[in-house]
């Protein structure tokens, strides 16, 4: 079972920080939070950072050298570090589940043919 849960999201005025993690309170082995997304109202849901299950690092345009994803792997917790925090970054952040940094049990590839979200958490920067 897969059930990923965000944490750590609020309000916060212009230039602050904030850290967000998620975790995995379901059972599965196979699914591990590896990526952050996020939806502004009336937008597209975009890439903020996520890493590849070989350890590549991918960060969306709009936040490099301001937000720093990492994970914890001995607890399978991925973070999100923001900084330097703008008002435009104000939308619902997103975990995404996928293939974990290490293949310690065997896990169907049909697994990753879907995706997998938590429900959000909502980022609010007030200038």
């Known amino acids: 079972q897969v059930q990923l849960m965000e944490s750590g999201g609020g309000s916060v005025q212009a230039g602050g920080s904030l850290t967000l993690s998620c975790g995995n309170s379901?059972?599965?082995?196979?699914?591990?939070?590896m990526g952050w997304y996020r939806q502004a109202p009336g937008k597209e849901r975009e890439l903020v950072a996520a890493i590849t299950s070989g350890g590549r690092i991918n960060y969306g345009d709009s936040v490099k050298g301001r937000f720093t994803i990492s994970r914890d792997n001995a607890k399978n917790t991925l973070y999100l570090q923001m900084n330097s925090l703008k008002p435009e970054d104000t939308a619902v952040y997103y975990c995404?589940?996928?293939?974990?940094?290490?293949?310690?049990?065997?896990?169907?590839?049909?697994?990753?043919?879907?995706?997998?979200w938590g429900p959000g958490t909502q980022v609010t920067v007030s200038s």
């Open positions: 379901g059972d599965s082995f196979c699914i591990s939070p």
């Open positions: 995404k589940g996928d293939r974990p940094p290490s293949q310690v049990f065997y896990c169907s590839e049909d697994l990753y043919l879907y995706d997998y």
